[in-house]
């Protein structure tokens, strides 16, 4: 008898020890940016680094891209979630053989791209690209945008001299005069003009026309993953939304995390505080909360890619993207 109890309680401390292993045992994640770590991601960093994601049980890994991208990665199902735009996923979701992926928070809650020139050089509107050399990466969408809002404005698109875009110090770039206009990130590039102390002129394409107003950046994930795994989705998007909900009230102590998770950042800590305080204002803005798609948005991008017919194929203007996920 004292045998079987000895064996019995043995088995019980053996299960308990099981479960209580189980419980610290964190899934494993993995999150793939777009592009080297700036302070579109400072979020998901402040996340890492505040614990977040360890009090959701979550065992979180950041990666960076591969040259197929990170809607390949996460399409493959090699990462669970990953860093793109509205406009990179439109091709994916054509035709029948839809990538497996779907947006499942906004980054940011409104398109912050425009054309950034040297100021008072008559590049402040569309119109005055005529003639000027703009620095182009020579894609369909990115061309159609430039003529739509020169057209709307008065101007002819193909006076506009393409450069073939080699870019990546904006500041240097227009400094030399190789190009006169960039399409750039203003929460980055826009900025990093400012800290320099170049004056620029810039319009930005959703101030001109809404149908541009897209989501960019965005968090995808695999739809496998999501669909077996519906809770740990949640946790993960819940901890991204204190993250960035921290970056909104802390912007100088997030940039502060960004730089020690990228210390090559730390090069340039201005633009990195300045870029920081900017997006601050950007991350939620008008929205009811963090990561908020509006359908209508999302839709008339679609619907107007369709319309110029930009993609092999029709859209469905109202796919790719859920808020079922956003706490």
């Known amino acids: 008898m004292k045998k079987l109890i000895a064996m019995v309680l043995a088995l019980m401390m053996l299960l308990s020890l099981t479960a209580c292993g189980g419980e610290q045992e964190a899934d494993k994640i993995t999150i793939v940016l777009d592009w080297t770590p700036n302070t579109n991601h400072t979020g998901i960093y402040v996340a890492l680094a505040n614990g977040y994601f360890e009090e959701a049980g979550l065992n979180v890994e950041v990666v960076q891209p591969p040259e197929d991208g990170a809607v390949a990665l996460v399409a493959s199902g090699r990462a669970q979630f990953g860093v793109s735009f509205q406009d990179y996923l439109a091709p994916a979701y054509v035709g029948e053989d839809k990538m497996p992926v779907t947006a499942v928070a906004a980054v940011i809650q409104h398109n912050t791209s425009g054309i950034v020139s040297r100021a008072g050089e008559g590049m402040d509107r569309p119109a ?53 206009a960039i399409w750039i990130f203003y929460g980055w590039a826009g900025v990093a003009c400012e800290v320099a102390g170049l004056e620029i002129d810039y319009f930005d394409f959703a101030d001109i026309d809404p149908v541009f107003d897209y989501y960019s950046p965005v968090i995808i994930g695999n739809d496998a993953w999501l669909a077996e795994n519906p809770e740990e989705a949640k946790a993960f998007v819940a901890a991204l939304s204190k993250g960035y909900s921290y970056c909104v009230e802390h912007p100088h102590e997030a940039a502060d995390i960004l730089m020690e998770a990228a210390p090559e950042l730390k090069s340039n800590p201005e633009l990195v505080y300045a870029s920081q305080e900017y997006l601050a204002d950007e991350y939620i803005a008008d929205a009811e909360r963090w990561g908020e798609f509006d359908g209508g948005r999302w839709a008339a991008f679609f619907n107007w890619l369709n319309e110029n017919e930009l993609m092999e194929g029709q859209l469905d203007p109202n796919f790719g993207f859920t808020n079922e996920y956003l706490p």
Do not use: C
């Open 128 to 180: 005055g690209l005529e003639g000027k050399k703009y620095a182009t990466w020579d894609l369909d969408v990115e061309k159609a945008t430039i003529r739509d809002v020169m057209t709307a404005d008065g101007g002819d698109f193909d006076k506009v001299e393409l450069i073939p875009s080699t870019v990546t110090d904006e500041v240097s770039a227009l400094q030399s005069g190789s190009v006169d």
